[in-house]
């Protein structure tokens, strides 16, 4: 069995299901308002980069709300006080770059890694940044794990803001590490696939997922540069900012392919109405 071809033919039709299933966003909407929480500075970027694009265009007030310091990743290469001020520095940049003006970019500084034991100051935190009462809010994907939780401990901590305050904001859930654990084949390398249909049947599982909980889609073929641009603000996570191979940048993770996905013409969303639809994730 041909194993190139058979990840090839996957990956294409799930995106075929993709842009034939879900529901493009609503133009009449592009101007809301909206808060983007990120867990560390380049997941705005990586996940809604190009949906922010488009709104701004469109007349929306954003705000992007950074959850951690971002000071652990790359770790032991750079000092945790050096790296959170570069991060910093190349969040405002990559904002500036997708039409948010400073003051409306929020740095909440946890220490990266660490969000999962500070939930309660958090939410706190984050009630009041949500009593602006936007009419929608974008979090991480409530499957979106990797190394650590902070991913999944934004998406907690938002839902919870939202729930003690009774928000009425639409949620948009976006993928970033979803897309290493589970678009097809790409957490694994192809040298080490002894069994193609065990994989296989993997992907499948895996599509069906995403065919089930993404339903709703921005399109962003004609920002694709500029969000790529933006990204390219974020150099210690794009580059190596010191000439070791420990330093692992996006572009390493799964030979380059784990970074593509975030360069298709769609940016897709686990679009629901209220925090009550995620009450049962927050237990």
Request: with cysteine; net charge positive.
């Amino acid at each position: 069995m041909n194993k190139s071809l058979l990840k090839t033919q996957t990956r294409r039709f799930y995106r075929y299901a993709m842009n034939h299933l879900v529901n493009e966003f609503d133009e009449a909407n592009m101007g809301e308002s909206a808060i983007v929480f990120a867990p560390h500075p380049d997941d705005e970027t990586l996940g809604c980069g190009g949906t922010i694009i488009k709104k701004k265009r469109a007349g929306a007030d954003i705000k992007i709300v950074f959850m951690t310091d971002g000071s652990y990743s790359p770790h032991n290469l750079i000092s945790a006080n050096e790296l959170r001020s570069i991060r910093l520095d190349e969040a405002l940049a990559a904002s500036r770059l997708l039409g948010v003006e400073e003051s409306d970019v929020v740095f909440l500084e946890f220490e990266d890694g660490k969000l999962v034991k500070n939930l309660d100051f958090a939410i706190d935190r984050v009630t009041e940044i949500l009593l602006k009462q936007p009419s929608q809010v974008f979090i991480p994907y409530y499957k979106d794990k990797y190394l650590y939780l902070d991913h999944l401990a934004t998406n907690r901590i938002v839902v919870s803001a939202l729930q003690a305050l009774r928000g009425k904001a639409i949620i948009y859930e976006y993928p970033v590490w979803f897309w290493w654990n589970f678009w097809p084949w790409t957490s694994v390398y192809m040298r080490s696939l002894r069994k193609p249909l065990r994989f296989l049947r993997k992907s499948l599982v895996s599509g069906l997922s995403l065919l089930r909980d993404f339903r709703c889609s921005v399109y962003i073929g004609d920002v694709l540069e500029l969000k790529r641009a933006a990204l390219d603000q974020h150099r210690s996570q794009m580059t190596r900012l010191v000439p070791d191979l420990r330093w692992k940048t996006l572009g390493d993770v799964s030979n380059g392919e784990f970074l593509e996905c975030f360069f298709q013409d769609y940016e897709i969303f686990h679009r629901y109405s209220s925090w009550e639809d995620a009450k049962v994730r927050i237990g």
